[in-house]
C-alpha cells in the first residue's frame, strides 16, 4: 500500500504567514503615503504662515510711517504753504527729492519740508538696509500720496489723508478701487491692482 501525503494551504496556494506578511507590507505603504500628505499640508500651512506674518509686518511699518510724516508736517506746519510743500512733492515719491542738509545748515521752515520728505522717503523704502544693490528695510515698491482739505473752523485747519500703497506677495481683490494712489503698479492682470496693498490715514492739522 502506497502512503498518501496530503499538503494544506490556505488562500491562494499561500501559508498564513505568507499572506500576514502581505497585509504588513500594505499597511506600511499606506501609512507612509498619508504620512507624506500630512508633510506637504504642513510645509504649506509653513509657506502660509510666512506670507501671511510678512504682510502684517508690511502693513505696521506702513502705519508707522504714516504716523510719523504727520508729526513731522504737525512740527513744521507754520502755514498753509509750508503744508503745500508736503502735499505737492508727495503726490508721488518715484524720485529723489533735492535737499537741503538741515543737519548741518540751518534750514527755514520750507528746506525742513524738503528735509523731512527726503528723509521720509529713505525710510520708506528701507534704503538703510540692502542686500546687494536692493533695499531690503522698508515697504516693497512703495508708493505715498497726500492730500489735504481746508476745514473752516478753525481758520487755517486741513483735514489731511495719506495713502501708502506697496507691492503683497499674493494677489487679492482689490477692496480700494475708487483710490487711484499707485494704480496700475501692482497689476496681475491690467487694471485689478491685486497685488497692491493699501493703507489710508487721516488726521487734523492746524497751524
Given at each position: 500500500?502506497?502512503?498518501?501525503?496530503?499538503?494544506?494551504?490556505?488562500?491562494?496556494?499561500?501559508?498564513?504567514?505568507?499572506?500576514?506578511?502581505?497585509?504588513?507590507?500594505?499597511?506600511?505603504?499606506?501609512?507612509?503615503?498619508?504620512?507624506?500628505?500630512?508633510?506637504?499640508?504642513?510645509?504649506?500651512?509653513?509657506?502660509?504662515?510666512?506670507?501671511?506674518?510678512?504682510?502684517?509686518?508690511?502693513?505696521?511699518?506702513?502705519?508707522?510711517?504714516?504716523?510719523?510724516?504727520?508729526?513731522?508736517?504737525?512740527m513744521n506746519s507754520s502755514n498753509a504753504?509750508?503744508?503745500?510743500?508736503?502735499?505737492?512733492?508727495?503726490?508721488?515719491?518715484?524720485?529723489?527729492?533735492?535737499?537741503?542738509?538741515?543737519?548741518?545748515?540751518?534750514?527755514?521752515?520750507?528746506?525742513?519740508?524738503?528735509?523731512?520728505?527726503?528723509?521720509?522717503?529713505?525710510?520708506?523704502?528701507?534704503?538703510?538696509?540692502?542686500?546687494?544693490?536692493?533695499?531690503?528695510?522698508?515697504?516693497?515698491?512703495?508708493?505715498?500720496?497726500?492730500?489735504?482739505?481746508?476745514?473752516?473752523?478753525?481758520?487755517?485747519?486741513?483735514?489731511?489723508?495719506?495713502?501708502?500703497?506697496?507691492q503683497g506677495q499674493t494677489a487679492l481683490?482689490?477692496?480700494?478701487?475708487?483710490?487711484?494712489?499707485?494704480?496700475?503698479?501692482?497689476?496681475?492682470?491690467?487694471?485689478?491692482?491685486?497685488?497692491?496693498?493699501?493703507?489710508?490715514?487721516?488726521?487734523?492739522?492746524?497751524?
Open positions: 500500500m502506497r502512503n498518501s501525503q496530503h499538503i494544506y494551504t490556505t488562500g491562494f496556494g499561500q501559508s498564513p504567514a505568507s499572506r500576514q506578511r502581505g497585509v504588513t507590507l500594505i499597511d506600511a505603504m499606506i501609512g507612509l503615503v498619508i504620512f507624506s500628505v500630512g508633510l506637504l499640508a504642513l510645509a504649506s500651512l509653513q509657506t502660509i504662515s510666512k506670507h501671511s506674518n510678512f504682510e502684517a509686518i508690511q502693513r505696521s511699518y506702513a502705519a508707522e510711517m504714516a504716523y510719523d510724516l504727520f508729526e513731522r508736517i504737525r504753504t509750508i503744508r503745500a510743500e508736503y502735499v505737492n512733492a508727495y503726490k508721488t515719491i518715484n524720485s529723489e527729492i533735492t535737499a537741503t542738509d538741515c543737519t548741518t545748515t540751518q534750514c527755514d521752515n520750507q528746506q525742513l519740508a524738503s528735509w523731512d520728505l527726503e528723509n521720509w522717503r529713505q525710510s520708506l523704502i528701507g534704503s538703510s538696509e540692502q542686500k546687494g544693490a536692493t533695499n531690503v528695510g522698508g515697504l516693497i515698491n512703495p508708493v505715498a500720496c497726500l492730500e489735504t482739505t481746508a476745514v473752516a473752523d478753525p481758520p487755517g485747519g486741513v483735514e489731511a489723508t495719506l495713502t501708502i500703497v506697496w481683490p482689490d477692496t480700494h478701487a475708487a483710490n487711484t494712489c499707485g494704480a496700475g503698479n501692482y497689476d496681475g492682470t491690467p487694471g485689478d491692482n491685486a497685488y497692491r496693498r493699501i493703507l489710508v490715514m487721516t488726521t487734523y492739522i492746524n497751524e
